[in-house]
């Protein structure tokens, strides 16, 4: 699959890289549009602390599920959804209280770990909220 990585401030490459597949409790999804924000410019730029490089960047994006890892039961093959870039571990003092953007060990893909800005993306399935029921073909996005 093609990547855009940011190999280190101010080196962008599209790269060809393996096509992931998803682990247990994750879902593999086909990238149709991601967007691009400030805090993607910031990681270009290496202004942003908390990068590691190098970076596929994208932390705003959406698409088809197209594999499912083992357990998850609530999503489906074919199903769109947008992901929730946030990834928190549900269990420390500001995930308690219901701050999980404050979380002590905050995952934030496309930062933390390799977003959106591939052609496909293993995520938690957790992370991913379906939409309308419509299925690719049906809406905005599709080839």
Known sequence: ???IVIRQPNELVIEERPIPQPAAGEVRVKIKLAGICGSD???YRGHNPFAKYPRV???EFFGVID???EGVTDKAIGQRVSVD???SCGHC???SVGKPNVCTSLVVLGVHRDGGFSEYAVVPAKKCLAGSGQRDG???GDD
């Open 85 to 87: 870039p946030v990834i």
């Open 41 to 43: 410019s910031h990681i």
């Open 1 to 3: 699959m093609k990547s």
């Open 138 to 140: 049906q809406t905005c």
């Open 93 to 95: 003092y500001p995930c």
């Open 67 to 69: 594999a499912i890892g």
């Open 57 to 59: 960047i994208g932390h």
